[in-house]
């Protein structure tokens, strides 16, 4: 197996094979929790749309897994905004604003922090991790963590933030592993539906978590550290050697 991480670009050899496992990795993601009406928002086309403005968003870093030359996953870095540096009395706000399932919206996004936490401009939010479900539970996630990190501790960055579903406990264990602790939570506005002539709008619980790069570093260098030691039994016992 080929494996490969290369950057995000805006072309449709690249965008239309990712969407197609973007879509597949987030629907089995969000099906618990999600109603069948957004399920049913998440269409191929959907996720080719995101993809397309990502690549097109020069604030973002976007590094893209390859198995055997086909996008697989990625992972995507952004520059946090700006109010969530300036919480008071522990709650930082403001007002999200543009279109949704095609409605005008207007919000008002709060964070409430639980613990103090610094954030500032050399802080990074990790906006998304997908891997398609196909290459799943083979520490591929990990690897993605592993091949970008170090680049962003080079250009200076210094913490992490990550925020995810509040009823997606697999996430949480996973972003635990890589020293990422909860510190905030808030509420997404996610869907504006339409059913019976009634207006549905669809919010979710989210939690935020943070890690500082270094701390991702070492627990990255620590579970490489246990896979090395691992696969060395495995040899060890395969060539009947004990100790």
């Not at 870093?61 to 009395?89: C, M, W």
């Not at 964070?111 to 539970?137: C, G, M, W």
């Not at 992490?160 to 909860?182: H, W």
Request: hydrophobic share 35%; aromatic share 12%.
């Amino acid at each position: 197996m080929k494996v490969s991480i290369r950057n995000l670009e805006k072309k449709l050899s690249m965008i239309l094979p990712l969407a197609e496992s973007y879509q597949r990795s987030y629907n089995k993601l969000s099906a618990d929790y999600k109603s069948e009406q957004e399920m049913a928002l998440y269409t191929k086309g959907y996720f080719i749309k995101k993809l397309w403005k990502m690549a097109e968003d020069k604030q973002s870093l976007v590094a893209v897994l390859h198995i055997n030359d086909v996008p697989k996953g990625f992972i995507r870095y952004s520059a946090i905004p700006e109010y969530y540096t300036q919480p008071i009395n522990n709650l930082a706000q403001d007002t999200e604003k543009g279109y949704l399932d095609g409605f005008e919206f207007a919000w008002c996004r709060k964070i409430n922090f639980e613990r103090d936490i610094a954030l500032n401009n050399k802080t990074l939010i990790v906006n998304q991790i997908y891997l398609d479900p196909q290459i799943q539970h083979h520490g591929l996630g990990t690897l993605l963590f592993q091949q970008t990190v170090p680049e962003l501790k080079k250009q200076g960055f210094e913490s992490l933030i990550i925020e995810y579903n509040a009823n997606n406990v697999n996430a949480k264990n996973f972003y635990r592993k890589l020293g990422f602790e909860p510190f905030a939570k808030t509420k997404d506005f996610d869907h504006i539906l339409k059913t019976d002539g009634r207006t549905q709008f669809c919010i979710s619980d989210v939690h935020i978590a943070h890690t500082s790069i270094d701390n991702t570093l070492e627990h990255l260098r620590r579970r490489q550290q246990l896979k090395q030691t691992f696969v060395t039994v495995l040899d060890q016992r395969k060539h009947g050697k004990t100790y």
